[in-house]
């Protein structure tokens, strides 16, 4: 799925033609409001009178009643009575009086880009499109953030494209375009205050995710879905089961034999017989760690080089597969550990919540992970404002990474440059982290654990959002369901303490899943660990690795130095995370190979005409 949306005046009717679509909607005016390629199954088109909306992607909605609340508007601002009730992760689009309201999901499954053409906005549902109208160079320093590890550039960089002159629009915002053509962000969506009991909050739960899986299975077909043996995974086997989904699932068996994924897999599917399920070896050539970005793959992620791309061949094997059983739609259980899980913040969240039973539940946390008193003491003392904090990240980029048993409740994860970035490399990313600090919109929640929460949905919304733009034309669509924004709310509303209610595992999501999913799969207590598929990936992939440390690209743009990178790939380390700097600059290397400095125009050609769908 791929469109535009043009303001309603004539310069944004203009660049129609320079546009590949194959469908299109119109304005009251006449002239094209949303043009390019989707699914017709994934797209509802509401009208009252002169007045336009649009919904795209998985969902359900009442369109006499959408229809009726559509010309009761007094305002694009009163389209969040509408949009606060759509369930899944849709794109949303209204037309009011000329005036153009367009939006994506809360955590970025679905995302709006912006790029001024011909000097009026122009929004969009990927990057591509836009460097096709704008012809949008490289962006160096941006992408030189993205050779931080673990995990790329923190909250607000975390979805920047590498490409001058295109934005992505805010987390929790809408974007309006009037009839000249200039546009403006507006917050809509927050979380709710976290005041659910653990009932309540796995009622809600229960019920967002119901509607989020009966959505996905109403449009018919086949869906397969990973089961991990996880708990989150396998949470959305049985919902799918329920639904009534033709499913298909995959394992993929763990290298260490010490990982319990395969034995709770196995019991899973067991408890599934209507389900055909598929194990696939731990040993196959589509392994965790391979070269990122390869010849097969030109432009296939114009926002930009991602942390995942080393799981660029599993992700490809897997759709195969799944597209030679029939399915259209593949569920992965991204966003289930920060819903349900424990975020670092979460010990400095829990003191403030419930200081006597948070701080037991916090001396838990420092015995198990072997904090130090002082050093635990000292970080849940902190009161810097989410603008230090950030601050002070960019200062230690280039300082070696911190103890493992040092414990960190700031607002931001606290990456590093790799040792074989460029001094002018760091210096540049230090001043774009510094300037976000002062100059960006803030945390996403005043709450510390929920700001990780939420800021790390968002790289977990991305990852699927590239990951869809990299499968293209495969005919499968990856998809998240505990990254909607029901499911988002419902979660992160119950307190805090009773999400993580000590000595269970996942308290939340087992109570929400409780009568659905067995008993003794929702006792388990631990989750599997992969670091042996990073090593033997690493040490499959080596050669061909090393050759990205030969006329490096990286290296001609100053931003790292190859003989230093190249020393590493030879000799990583022994611990897990010192692949995490190699995993990015790999990703960045292969991306500048595979992707185009600019995008030239499409040839002129015949547009459709205004149509609903």
């Excluded at 290298?255 to 196995?266: F, G, K, P, Q």
């Excluded at 991305?462 to 499968?471: I, S």
């Excluded at 999400?499 to 087992?510: A, I, M, Q």
Aim: charge should be neutral; charged fraction near 20%.
């Amino acid at each position: 799925m791929e469109f535009v949306v043009l303001p309603d005046c004539p310069a944004g009717a203009a660049a129609v033609g320079r546009l590949r679509a194959t469908r299109r909607v119109d304005h009251a005016s006449g002239r094209p409001w949303i043009v390019g390629d989707w699914p017709e199954a994934e797209a509802v088109v509401v009208e009252a009178g002169p007045r336009r909306m649009v919904v795209l992607g998985h969902t359900r909605l009442d369109e006499t009643a959408a229809a009726a609340a559509l010309g009761r508007l007094r305002s694009l601002h009163h389209v969040d009575s509408i949009a606060s009730r759509l369930p899944g992760a849709v794109h949303l689009a209204v037309s009011l009086d000329g005036r153009t309201r367009v939006q994506g999901s809360a955590v970025g499954v679905r995302q709006i880009f912006t790029a001024v053409v011909d000097g009026v906005t122009v929004a969009a549902s990927g990057v591509e499109p836009l460097l096709r109208l704008t012809g949008a160079g490289l962006d160096e320093t941006v992408l030189a953030a993205r050779l931080l590890a673990p995990g790329g550039p923190p909250w607000p960089l975390a979805q920047r494209p590498v490409r001058r002159g295109v934005e992505a629009l805010t987390t929790g915002h809408w974007l309006e375009l009037d009839t000249d053509g200039r546009a403006r962000q507006t917050r809509w969506w927050e979380l709710p205050e976290p005041s659910l009991t653990l009932a309540e909050g796995a009622a809600a739960v229960r019920s967002a995710l119901d509607d989020a899986i009966t959505s996905r299975v109403a449009a018919g077909g086949t869906l397969s879905a990973d089961l991990s043996g996880g708990l989150d995974s396998t949470s959305l086997c049985f919902l799918a089961h329920a639904a009534g989904a033709d499913l298909v699932t995959y394992h993929v068996t763990p290298i260490d034999s010490a990982n319990a994924d395969t034995m709770w897999a196995h019991r899973a599917a067991e408890c599934l017989p209507a389900a055909r399920h598929h194990t696939l070896s731990a040993d196959r050539a589509e392994n965790l760690f391979d070269v990122g970005y390869t010849a097969d793959l030109v432009g296939a992620a114009p926002e930009g080089p991602s942390t995942w791309a080393s799981g660029l061949a599993h992700i490809q094997d897997l759709a195969k597969r799944a597209t030679a059983e029939g399915a259209t739609l593949h569920l992965t259980g991204f966003g289930g550990d920060e819903l349900f899980g424990r975020m670092p913040a979460c010990a400095w969240s829990l003191a403030r919540a419930t200081p006597v039973g948070g701080l037991r539940l916090v001396n838990r946390y420092r015995l198990a992970n072997r904090w130090p008193w002082r050093a635990t003491v000292r970080s849940l003392l902190d009161r810097s404002t989410f603008t230090q904090n950030l601050g002070r990240v960019a200062a230690r980029i280039d300082a070696p990474p911190p103890p493992v048993d040092e414990p960190d409740f700031g607002w931001v994860f606290a990456p590093r440059m790799p040792a074989w970035a460029t001094p002018d490399a760091v210096a540049a990313v230090r001043a774009l982290l510094t300037d976000a600090a002062t100059e960006g919109p803030g945390p996403l929640d005043a709450d510390r654990a929920r700001h990780q929460a939420l800021a790390s949905l968002v790289f977990e919304g991305t990852t699927v959002r590239q990951v869809n733009t990299a499968l293209g034309d495969t005919g499968i669509t990856w998809d998240a369901p505990f990254l909607d924004d029901r499911v988002v709310e419902a979660a992160l509303a119950t307190r805090i303490d009773q999400r993580l209610l000590g000595g269970r595992f996942k308290p939340l999501l087992t109570s929400a899943a409780r009568g659905l999913v067995p008993a003794d799969i929702l006792g388990r207590r631990d989750k599997g660990e992969f670091s042996a598929e990073a090593f033997r990936g690493l040490a499959r992939n080596r050669a061909r690795i090393l050759e990205l440390c030969e006329d490096s690209q990286l290296a001609r743009l100053g931003l790292i130095d190859p003989a230093a990178f190249r020393s590493a790939v030879l000799n990583p380390g022994p611990m897990s995370h010192h692949l995490q700097p190699i995993d990015t600059t790999v990703a960045c290397e292969s991306w500048l190979r595979t992707h185009p400095e600019t995008y030239p125009p499409p040839p002129a050609r015949n547009t459709p005409t205004g149509e609903h769908r």
